[in-house]
């Protein structure tokens, strides 16, 4: 775009006339400018040539063959290398200056003394012109390392685990340095050996790579713990993975360090020989140590998700085998206790009918009714154990039992409301929901002092909705106190956390008497499933107990 050239048409002129004129003369000057050059800073060749291409002597070659939009993409060009090899944009601009101080004399040999204010001006604007490209390549180059920077923090922030963590670092790497394909390894566990966890320009064949440490180059980086690099793979005879030697030209590698120790290495490959510029290798140790650290987050946070998912799925195991053993105590109690308090009340009953004495009479009497009482209380404990009325009639009715006991044992008046859709649910969702209304229902009685409790239960598309709302004294915040344990509430929280569910405790909406207390659950309705298939011999054997006790 010819418009945004930073130099006058007139002026570009002026300037390719010098060139022409001087041609003859570039390699003196050339040489008087390398010596001055070296004298004042002591560059190295790479600098020396990147230097050399923003003087009007090599711009000369550009204007002959195309113009100067060209030299200027140049100048951008090797603006970014300067700033890569991180030269001081001082010395650029002393460059420029001991470039246009050795011109001077030759100017005045070859241009008549009127025109030559005219042609330093021009020259002057050339060189200003000329160090503003260099000075926006500085600027962009540093925002793209930012922006690179930046971009691993986010990529930290907002990836849902590791996996996703590495494939995003590994993607921001790669374009940050143009690279045609790039890998993270990471070491596993404690064990000296790398594996393949993200790929850029591989195919799957990678992703059962072993590597040892020490091995080949990304172990003897792993072993060293600095960057390494192959500039020109073809010249290279070390172990090199065919994988790699296939794919690339050149190979950069570096450590990823969670302080001093190594937890993986980060690879990128070129498809042309390729060496890096100092800044490079920094900015590719930055990009790596900042990586580290996310991936060694996103490793612990990963880690303590799967410990607690493990948890959460033992406790669901626990809770489960507590609900099987607490059947197998309820049909023992049936088969044994109650089937022989069964044969001792018929043989009293025998025993009362075949005795005459009055006071004999009276003790088997007294003795039936303890019987009575006991098979009463064991078929009570049975139907708390493993309830029946859950089993056979569902959820709601179980629901409305445990609120009439609430009423009769502990004088509260209860009030159950269920939504019309609610309908049964899979039996895990209805023993939870049953075991937390009969857990909250417990504590209301034991600890609320309220005259009433609300217990609703409806259904929202796929959830459901419980809440269980007491006019009572209302929960206070518990003070820590390890000596005493209770596990009603956590226990509550466990069973619907199992379910996905979630469980809150608060306190009441609206209440005339006290500030009560508020339990809400919702959890994923699931169908009615497997309910009948499960219970069936201990739901006829424990009517039995039932009806044969009243
Ligand atoms: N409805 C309620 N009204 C007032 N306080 C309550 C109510 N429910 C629970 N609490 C308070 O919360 C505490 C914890 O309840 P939680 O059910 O976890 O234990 P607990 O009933 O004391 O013992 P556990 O249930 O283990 O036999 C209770 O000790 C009580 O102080
Ligand atoms: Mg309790």
Request: net charge neutral.
């Amino acid at each position: 775009m010819p418009a945004l050239l930073p130099i006058k048409e007139s002026q570009r002129g002026i300037v390719q006339q010098i060139a022409h004129v001087l041609q003859p003369r570039f390699a003196e000057i050339r040489a008087d400018w390398r010596k001055q050059m070296f004298a004042d800073f002591q560059l190295d060749g790479r600098a020396m040539a990147a230097l050399e291409r923003l003087t009007i002597g090599t711009g000369f070659r550009v204007f002959c063959h195309a113009d100067m939009e060209r030299f200027y993409e140049n100048a951008g060009y090797y603006g970014t290398r300067l700033a890569k090899l991180k030269i001081d944009t001082r010395v650029i601009s002393r460059s420029l200056d001991i470039y246009l101080e050795i011109l001077v004399p030759y100017l005045r040999d070859h241009f008549d003394g009127d025109r030559l204010p005219e042609i330093i001006a021009a020259l002057d604007r050339f060189s200003s012109a000329t160090y503003v490209s260099v000075s926006d390549a500085y600027f962009d180059n540093q925002k793209a390392e930012s922006a690179a920077l930046l971009s691993v923090l986010d990529a930290e922030l907002s990836a849902s685990g590791l996996d996703a963590l590495l494939e995003r670092v590994l993607q921001i790497t790669v374009n940050t340095f143009r690279a045609t394909i790039g890998i993270i390894l990471l070491r596993d566990g404690d064990a000296p050996v790398l594996r393949a966890r993200a790929r850029v320009g591989f195919g799957p064949e990678v992703d059962n790579l072993e590597i040892e440490f020490g091995t080949g180059f990304s172990g003897q980086i792993a072993v060293t713990g600095e960057p390494g690099i192959l500039p020109d793979i073809s010249e290279s005879h070390g172990t090199l993975n065919p994988f790699c030697r296939d794919k690339a030209q050149a190979l950069w590698g570096v450590p990823l360090k969670a302080g001093d120790k190594v937890i993986g290495v980060l690879l990128i490959g070129f498809a042309k020989p390729y060496f890096w510029l100092d800044s490079e290798r920094e900015l590719l140790r930055a990009i790596a140590d900042r990586s580290a650290l996310a991936i060694q987050r996103a490793g612990m946070t990963d880690a303590l998700r799967e410990r607690e998912g493990r948890i959460a799925e033992l406790s669901g195991h626990l809770l489960r085998a507590q609900e099987e053993e607490r059947k197998r105590i309820s049909r023992e109690l049936h088969d044994e206790t109650g089937q022989a308090l069964m044969v001792i009340r018929l043989y009293l009953g025998m025993l009362e009918q075949t005795v005459t004495a009055r006071t004999a009479k009276a003790k088997i009497h007294e003795t039936l009714d303890v019987v009575d009482r006991t098979i009463e209380g064991i078929r009570r404990i049975i139907g708390r154990l493993s309830p029946l009325v859950l089993q056979e009639l569902g959820l709601i009715a179980a629901i409305r039992k445990e609120a009439k006991d609430l009423a009769k044992s502990a004088g509260v008046k209860a009030k159950v409301s269920v939504g019309e859709n609610v309908g049964r649910l899979s039996p895990v969702t209805e023993t939870a929901v049953y075991r937390v209304v009969q857990e909250a229902l417990h504590n209301v009685a034991k600890h609320a002092n309220a005259s009433t409790v609300s217990i609703q239960l409806r259904r929202e598309g796929d959830l459901v909705k419980l809440c269980i709302e007491d006019d009572g004294v209302g929960i206070k915040a518990q003070k820590p106190n390890p000596g005493r344990r209770s596990f009603g509430l956590a226990g509550m929280r466990e069973r619907i956390a199992t379910l996905g569910g979630s469980l809150k405790v608060g306190a009441a909406s609206r209440n005339a008497q006290g500030p009560g207390t508020k339990i809400e659950v919702v959890v994923p309705a699931a169908s009615a499933g497997d309910w009948h298939d499960r219970g069936l011999t201990t739901v006829q054997e424990q009517s039995a107990v039932q009806k044969s006790s009243n």
